[in-house]
């Protein structure tokens, strides 16, 4: 098992910035990629940004540019960047890890954005 925890969300102005970060502990040993995912009301989940263990990115086409997915392997974290923040961006953001072909959530952390 992993446990994910997720801290740094709240409320910004737009054009304001936020960093996100997830603590892993427990299996992690094997972790294929880790990821930010986010869900607005009465929206699908989506994925936000994601880095694998090799350190290569991805990133959702609404979030290029402003949102920096990092990670540092010694303390087992993985962070997310988000600048020039929109109020489309408000949701309730989800930390995952995935392990072979099994995903990990966090708890997730609400970011509101205010116009």
């Known amino acids: 098992q992993v446990q994910l925890v997720e801290s740094g969300g709240g409320l910004v102005q737009a054009g304001g910035s936020l960093r996100l970060s997830c603590a892993a502990s427990?299996?992690?040993?094997?972790?294929?990629?880790m990821g930010w995912y986010r869900q607005a009301p009465d929206k699908q989940r989506e994925l936000a940004a994601i880095?694998?263990?090799?350190?290569?990115?991805s990133y959702a086409d609404s979030v290029k540019g402003r949102f920096t997915i990092s990670r540092d392997s010694a303390k087992n974290t993985v962070s997310l960047q988000m600048n020039s923040l929109k109020p489309e961006d408000t949701a309730v953001y989800y930390c995952n890890a995935l392990k072979l072909t099994t995903s990990f959530w966090g708890q997730g952390t609400q970011v509101t954005v205010s116009s």
């Open positions: 427990g299996s992690i040993s094997g972790i294929n990629a």
């Open positions: 880095i694998t263990s090799g350190g290569r990115t």
